[in-house]
């Protein structure tokens, strides 16, 4: 069973620039869900993909964006990238959808640095 | 607004002292509460959640509705549990997970 991977691991960005980040879900999983972790703070849930859909959205602008494809791996799209996107992205698969109960397994994140 | 409240950064303790991590919510609904764990170069995984009523590497957790807690305990605590803990929150049917903001736990020899 291969578990969830993200790319890349480090990333290193100036203002104004977009951003692509990937997630392959693990083995199994048809929903993935992406997360901001600013230093010192607990992740912030961003959107969560199921099937290829949006199933929910957190307080994040549209400028954040994202995409599950058929085989559940993700993207999220950061456009027009401000300072305080700078934190470390997690992406967490499950299966089911969201709801109540589902433990959700991370990624070890990709770490975006923006200048 | 749905909210967790870990109080605490920072926990030391010694070896073989009992564990208490706070964790407050705020929901008016039925909750589902889970504490994930992160080791050192790990990633964040979960520990445990109330619906399990489980005990995992010696942890329990219990909910309290009338004070709207579910703090994390262990009787006697190990040099292997230090680790960064988050307690997070799913309001019921909802698709997400609500974290705090993580207490980090030394345990000392």
């Known amino acids: 069973e291969t578990g969830v991977t993200q790319s890349p691991t480090h990333l290193i960005k100036t203002r104004g620039q977009q951003v692509t980040l990937r997630c392959s879900s693990q083995?199994?999983?048809?929903?993935v869900s992406w997360y901001q972790q600013a230093l010192g703070q607990g992740p912030q849930f961003i959107f969560q993909y199921y099937r290829e859909e949006e199933n929910g959205r957190g307080n994040f602008p549209p400028r954040f964006s994202g995409l599950q494809f058929p085989n559940y791996s993700s993207e999220l799209n950061v456009n027009a990238l401000e300072l305080d996107d700078s934190a470390l992205y997690l992406c967490?698969?499950?299966f089911g959808g969201g709801g109540s109960g589902n433990e959700q397994f991370f990624g070890p994140g990709t770490r975006l640095t923006v200048l | 607004a749905q909210r967790v409240t870990q109080p605490e950064k920072l926990l030391s303790v010694f070896k073989g002292a009992p564990v208490e991590l706070k964790c407050n919510y705020s929901?008016?609904?039925?909750?589902?509460l889970f504490w994930y764990v992160q080791y050192s170069r790990q990633r964040l995984q979960l520990l445990l959640r109330h619906i399990s009523r489980e005990s995992i590497k010696g942890f329990t957790a219990d909910l309290n509705k009338g004070e709207t807690s579910f703090h994390l305990k262990k009787p006697f605590a190990q040099e292997e549990d230090s680790a960064m803990y988050y307690c997070?929150?799913?309001?019921?049917?909802?698709?997400?997970?609500?974290f705090g903001t993580g207490t980090r736990l030394k345990v000392l020899a």
């Open positions: 083995s199994g999983h048809n929903t």
């Open positions: 967490a698969s499950n």
């Open positions: 997070a929150l799913t309001p019921s049917g909802t698709y997400k997970y609500i």
């Open positions: 929901y008016s609904g039925s909750p589902e």
